[in-house]
């Protein structure tokens, strides 16, 4: 198979291509769900609900923000690629 058949059809995982940064953010990852547990135990019903959709939200732009730096890096490449083997 393919390269580009492996990614297409999910055997790659660049998130899983290095071990060293998978070992920071799971530590990272375990620090906020510690701190945002202490923070909404300590929260009001009315700050807890605004928190919790303050989490929401900053986790839907991170994640939209990471899409679009995974598709700008990838079409950057397939540039880099294109001018490496077909201009001058």
Known sequence: MSF?????????????YCEENQAKLKKTHTKLTELEKQ????LVSEDKD???K????????????ILDS???????????TYDTFITR
Not at 4 to 16: A, H, T
Not at 39 to 42: A, D, M, P, V
Not at 74 to 79: D, I, L, T, V
Request: glycine share 6%.
């Open 70 to 80: 995974f598709t700008s890096g990838f079409r950057y490449g397939a540039r880099f």
């Open 50 to 52: 605004t928190f919790m």
């Open 4 to 16: 580009i058949e492996d990614f297409y059809y999910g055997n790659l995982e660049p998130q899983k």
């Open 39 to 42: 923070l909404s135990e300590k």
């Open 54 to 65: 303050y989490s929401d939200l900053y986790l839907k732009f991170l994640s939209d923000s």
